[in-house]
């Protein structure tokens, strides 16, 4: 089916979140909860793990790929911005929706990310209730308004 929406899918979210920072991602874990939204979260802690799921590459060559990226741009192994720019070349990986979720404000690194079709950056939020909001905003305008379609059904396994 061409043209719906995540949650008319009838199928909890696929997200992945690129953070090393094993606090930020209890954090976007516990603002996912609160806003009630049913995901699957899969978490990599560096870039090339997560290249590594994203190709299906063994032992993730089962894994189901994301309706969404959070993606910290500040990463070991490779950067955030190393990572966007593989996933945006990749013609069977392009569609995913990458938001950079950086605490950098630093020009250099928006402009970069958008250079690199980034779909959004937005500075990580100071607390849980400001999380929750942001989170909360993503999942509503990505899950409930934007046509979509899904990445599994075109993407065969590598």
């Not at 950079?100 to 939020?125: E, F, Q, T, W």
Request: aromatic share 6%; net charge negative.
């Amino acid at each position: 089916m061409l043209g719906y929406t995540i949650a008319s899918k009838g199928r909890p979210a696929e997200i992945m979140v690129i953070e090393d920072n094993f606090g930020d991602v209890l954090l976007i874990k516990k603002a996912l909860q609160k806003t009630g939204v049913v995901a699957n979260i899969c978490v990599a802690e560096d870039g090339q793990t997560a290249l590594d799921m994203l190709m299906r590459k063994v032992p993730h060559d089962c894994a189901a790929l994301p309706d969404i990226i959070l993606l910290d741009i500040n990463l070991p192994k490779m950067s955030g911005s190393e990572i966007l720019g593989v996933i945006k070349g990749d013609p069977l990986l392009r569609r995913i929706p990458v938001i950079v979720m950086s605490s950098s404000k630093a020009r250099i690194d928006i402009s970069r990310c958008y250079d690199l079709h980034a779909n959004g950056y937005i500075l990580k939020p100071s607390s849980l209730d400001k999380l929750t909001e942001t989170i909360n905003s993503i999942a509503q305008f990505w899950f409930n308004h934007v046509l979509y379609i899904d990445p599994n059904d075109d993407i065969p396994a590598r």
